[in-house]
């Protein structure tokens, strides 16, 4: 993952989730919604989202050993998958932050938990987070975890 794009990446995930909550799940696929904050509401109308497309676990707190490999998590079926998330319903988001290397996302709560959702994959894409329907000014904002460990990310141009 180049440091360039990560840093714009970190930049963009704090703007779209930090003060957040946790208010809904949409059912096509795991994808988390979240809602607006005092820190994004001037620039975001859509709906926030984190799609996980990969593999996660929800922490009760900091202290965890980090999975290296899909064999380390939990092999949720669908309900479980959900269940697990609901955990988080409601609780704000005081913190995100990107692995060094891989493109891991750490989402940390007020609450003390951290949700980690796996970064890696060779093939397909691990994870999301964007704002989508969102009508302010056309503007597009969107960090993806890439196959090979790479970040894409859709931000307007003046952040």
Sequence with gaps: MEQKLKKLADKVLKFLCIGSKLEGINFYGLKILLSESEGNRDRIDGQI???????????????????????????????????????????EIVDVRLGKEVPNLFVYFDSGEVLFIFGHH??????????????????????????????????????
């Design 49 to 91: 989202y984190i799609n996980i497309e990969g593999k996660f676990k929800v922490f009760d707190n900091e202290k965890f050993v980090l999975p290296r490999v899909e064999e380390d998590f939990p092999d949720y079926n669908w309900t479980e998958a959900y269940a697990e998330i609901c955990k988080l319903r409601l609780k």
């Design 122 to 159: 060779d093939k397909y894409e691990s994870w999301q987070v964007g704002a989508w329907y969102n009508k302010y000014n056309n503007e597009s904002w969107e960090v993806i975890a890439c196959p090979g460990d790479n970040i894409c990310i859709g931000a307007p141009e003046d952040f």
